[in-house]
């Protein structure tokens, strides 16, 4: 056997059978891990812990940036363990550190900010902001974190590297991871993961997949433009409500007769107003809406034929058009990186049980945790709260939405495990997930 060929069988030896060859940890005790931290996670104290921290932040929501009550709250709690932080970094946000305080560092990241909608449950913990909720489980997210903070400081001394705690502003709309990076959040940072609470799957279950797993996004608000008058004398009007009605039928051709049908994309106008009377005819009209895409290249052509179509189609009717896009608003594709989709299939497979690990489709909906992805290699994945026996759980943004409590325990321990077999098997993820970032946005 040449050399050559000796050094080769050992590289395909490395690739595929890491977990045996190269850490102080058998594959066995690695295995251990992400079962020993459920465990730990569900035990009553600080199972309950996470349920009360969790119902203080949801008595009282804030949007984005002004979660000032929540970070404080969270900074408490992080001196309370010993935990060193920055803050403010994007004016809420917190970065707590737990480990060697060396490289490698991976980051764990949970969103702090509620939504402007009042809530309708009736319980002892409800909103007790009027027309502020918690509607999308962020008050989990950030319970979840704290207690995934809690299993690693009491498992500091087995950590080989750092964990960045990320708590993020302002993930509805507004920006906040974004925010974070050029505050520098992800300098000497190797990896970032993030979890969603969600109805769709059961208590215990997780869901992801490789690659796209959320749609970027855009929106668009047009104003139409025409002459208005007596509606009984349309000849002496330039009607904007039929060239906005004929913009909303040529804006659905866009993704029916231009887009490749397997590279999935949505424009939808979701708004439309004009005209207050029966028998005037408006000035002018505006309509907006939002279009998602798989790729920035998709999106960016996305834009531009939908500022043609809007600016084209009302001229056929004698109409003027300004299209607004939003450009700081737009989002990227959320990527989840291949190796760390397999490092993830390998953590929660041994915490779960495989047949909990569940593969699902790309959902075009989106998520600001995207900036974080595009820069270093990330990973998204959701947390299943469904549980017939219990109730019925609503689906996010739902003035109905509750969280299964049961499931934070599941949360604090995916994180905790996540972030420390990384730490553990860095040497081969980081090798190989580097060269897999994904570089197109
Ligand atoms: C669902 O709820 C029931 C009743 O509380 C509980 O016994 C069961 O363990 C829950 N299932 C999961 C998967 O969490
Ligand atoms: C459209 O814009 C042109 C150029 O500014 C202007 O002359 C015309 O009156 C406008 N038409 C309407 C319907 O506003
Ligand atoms: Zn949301
Ligand atoms: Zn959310």
Same mark, same amino acid.
């Given at each position: 056997?040449?050399?050559?060929?000796?050094?080769?069988?050992?590289?395909?030896?490395?690739?595929?059978?890491?977990?045996? =060859?190269?850490?102080?940890?058998?594959?066995?005790?690695?295995?251990?891990?992400?079962?020993?931290f459920?465990?730990?996670a569900? /035990?009553?104290?600080?199972?309950?812990?996470? #349920?009360?921290?969790?119902?203080?932040? $949801?008595?009282?929501?804030?949007?984005?940036?002004?979660?000032?009550?929540?970070?404080?709250?969270? %900074?408490?709690?992080?001196?309370?363990?010993?935990?060193?932080?920055? &803050?403010? *970094?994007?004016v809420?946000?917190?970065?707590?550190?737990?480990?060697?305080?060396?490289?490698?560092?991976?980051?764990?990241?949970?969103?702090?900010?509620?939504?402007?909608?009042?809530?309708?449950?009736?319980?002892?913990?409800?909103? /007790?902001?009027? !027309?502020?909720?918690?509607a999308? !489980?962020?008050?989990?997210?950030?319970?979840?974190?704290?207690?995934?903070?809690? *299993?690693?400081?009491? $498992?500091? @001394?087995?950590l080989?590297?750092?964990?960045?705690?990320?708590?993020?502003?302002?993930?509805?709309?507004?920006?906040?991871?974004?925010?974070?990076?050029?505050?520098?959040?992800?300098? +000497?940072?190797?990896?970032?993961?993030?979890?969603? #609470?969600?109805? %769709?799957?059961?208590?215990?279950?997780?869901?992801?997949?490789?690659?796209?797993?959320?749609?970027?996004?855009?929106?668009?608000?047009? #104003?139409i433009?025409? /002459?208005?008058?007596?509606?009984?004398?349309? @000849?002496?009007?330039?009607?904007? *409500?039929?060239?906005? =009605?004929? #913009?909303?039928?040529?804006l659905?051709?866009?993704?029916?007769?231009?887009?490749?049908?397997?590279?999935s994309?949505?424009?939808?106008?979701? /708004?439309?107003?004009?005209?207050?009377?029966?028998?005037?005819?408006?000035?002018?009209?505006?309509?907006?809406?939002?279009?998602?895409?798989?790729?920035?290249?998709?999106?960016? +052509?996305?834009? $531009?034929r939908?500022?043609?179509?809007?600016?084209?189609?009302?001229?056929?009717n004698?109409?003027n058009?300004?299209?607004?896009?939003?450009?700081?608003?737009?989002?990227?594709?959320?990527?989840?990186?291949?190796?760390?989709?397999?490092?993830?299939?390998?953590?929660?497979?041994?915490?779960?049980?495989?047949?909990?690990?569940?593969?699902?489709?790309?959902?075009?909906?989106?998520?600001?945790?995207?900036?974080?992805?595009? @820069?270093?290699?990330?990973?998204?994945?959701?947390?299943?709260?469904?549980?017939?026996?219990?109730?019925?759980?609503?689906?996010? &943004?739902?003035?109905?939405?509750?969280?299964?409590?049961?499931?934070l325990?599941?949360?604090?321990?995916?994180?905790?495990?996540?972030?420390?077999?990384?730490?553990?098997?860095?040497?081969?993820?980081? $090798?190989?997930?580097?060269? +897999?970032?994904?570089?197109?946005?």
């Amino acid at each position: 056997m040449g050399i050559c060929k000796f050094v080769s069988v050992i590289l395909i030896f490395t690739l595929f059978c890491l977990p045996i =060859s190269i850490y102080s940890l058998s594959s066995t005790e690695l295995s251990e891990i992400p079962t020993n931290f459920l465990n730990y996670a569900q /035990k009553p104290e600080l199972a309950k812990w996470m #349920v009360d921290v969790r119902r203080k932040i $949801h008595e009282n929501p804030e949007l984005g940036f002004e979660e000032f009550e929540t970070s404080k709250l969270i %900074r408490e709690e992080l001196d309370e363990m010993g935990i060193v932080y920055k &803050h403010p *970094i994007a004016v809420t946000g917190v970065i707590g550190y737990v480990g060697s305080g060396e490289p490698p560092f991976v980051a764990l990241r949970a969103d702090m900010d509620a939504l402007p909608l009042q809530e309708m449950v009736e319980w002892d913990y409800k909103s /007790k902001i009027p !027309g502020k909720m918690h509607a999308c !489980g962020h008050d989990a997210h950030v319970a979840m974190l704290l207690g995934a903070a809690r *299993i690693l400081q009491n $498992h500091r @001394q087995e950590l080989k590297g750092t964990v960045a705690l990320f708590f993020q502003p302002a993930e509805e709309g507004a920006g906040g991871s974004k925010k974070m990076i050029e505050a520098g959040a992800l300098q +000497n940072i190797d990896a970032i993961f993030a979890l969603h #609470v969600t109805a %769709r799957i059961r208590a215990g279950s997780v869901s992801t997949r490789p690659g796209p797993i959320l749609a970027g996004c855009g929106m668009f608000e047009a #104003v139409i433009s025409g /002459k208005g008058g007596h509606a009984a004398i349309p @000849q002496h009007t330039i009607d904007p *409500i039929l060239a906005a =009605s004929n #913009v909303v039928l040529s804006l659905q051709q866009l993704v029916s007769r231009e887009a490749d049908p397997l590279d999935s994309q949505v424009v939808t106008v979701a /708004k439309f107003h004009g005209g207050g009377a029966f028998n005037v005819i408006p000035d002018s009209v505006t309509i907006g809406g939002t279009f998602r895409a798989l790729s920035k290249e998709s999106l960016v +052509n996305l834009m $531009h034929r939908i500022e043609q179509v809007i600016v084209a189609q009302a001229a056929v009717n004698r109409c003027n058009a300004t299209v607004d896009f939003f450009e700081d608003d737009l989002y990227s594709v959320t990527y989840n990186n291949e190796v760390l989709h397999q490092h993830f299939i390998n953590v929660a497979g041994d915490m779960l049980g495989a047949e909990r690990v569940q593969d699902m489709k790309t959902i075009m909906g989106s998520e600001d945790f995207s900036f974080f992805s595009e @820069q270093i290699p990330g990973y998204f994945f959701f947390l299943g709260m469904k549980n017939e026996s219990l109730r019925k759980f609503e689906t996010a &943004h739902s003035p109905y939405f509750t969280i299964n409590e049961g499931v934070l325990s599941y949360g604090a321990a995916l994180h905790a495990s996540l972030a420390t077999r990384y730490l553990l098997e860095f040497e081969a993820l980081s $090798h190989l997930s580097k060269r +897999n970032v994904h570089d197109e946005l």
